[in-house]
């Protein structure tokens, strides 16, 4: 079973694929601070967090952000955004890094942050009413009709967002009714879409890609991972030696 760890001080030899020391913007375009760092699963190299740092407007200085709600920067390059306001931020319980170093510890601060992030209050842009806190399916690329539209197209999916928004119910029928040269079996109810290629951007998904292949190296000095390996290990020697025998 994999758990948490932050990637620390490993650096990549080429700067330019590593996504700390990225800015992350929020509603508005506002600067909320740095990526740090990042959280990720030591079982297969998965990032599931940004650590970001506010550079001091934060009381607790650091707050993380699920890779989920991450985008490609619209105006900054090689930078990020997230549906955010610093008010937002401020209403989630404390980042420690601390934590991590319990499983049962983390898991429980990931409970009360994920409550948080959904049941804060709606967000409105200033001085309208149009509601900016994006629920999942309005996410960008998340709606179905986004989703199959994309897919059936070939767009990118940084494109999807662009190209179609799931509050248009317009752009939503001319998705639906548009002529597509994808064969749909005989029968088949539904087309079966596999987002797991769906990537961030350039930048993120280089990092994401190095950080995978130098997962091993970047857990070694883990004692978790250690120790569930020593036991691994133990197991499969005292399973050699009862066939020996």
Known sequence: MGHYGLLRDLRFANTSEDIRGSRLYGVDDRNLGKIDDVIFDHSNGTISYVVVDTGGWLRSKKFIVPADQIRASAKHEDDFEAPLTKERIE??????????????????YENRYRAKWDSSPVMHREGTDRNITPTTQQMPGNSPSARTAAQVHDWPSEARSSRIESDSPDRDAEAAAAATERIVPAGA?????????????GRWDTFQSRLRERRKEVVAGCRTCAGESATK???????????AV
């Open 189 to 201: 109810d539904t087309v079966i879409i596999d987002s797991s290629a769906a990537g961030i951007g």
């Open 91 to 108: 209403d989630f319980p404390a980042y420690d890094e601390s934590d991590l170093a319990s499983d049962d510890t983390w898991s429980g």
């Open 233 to 243: 290990r133990g197991s499969e020697s005292a399973d050699t030696f009862r066939k």
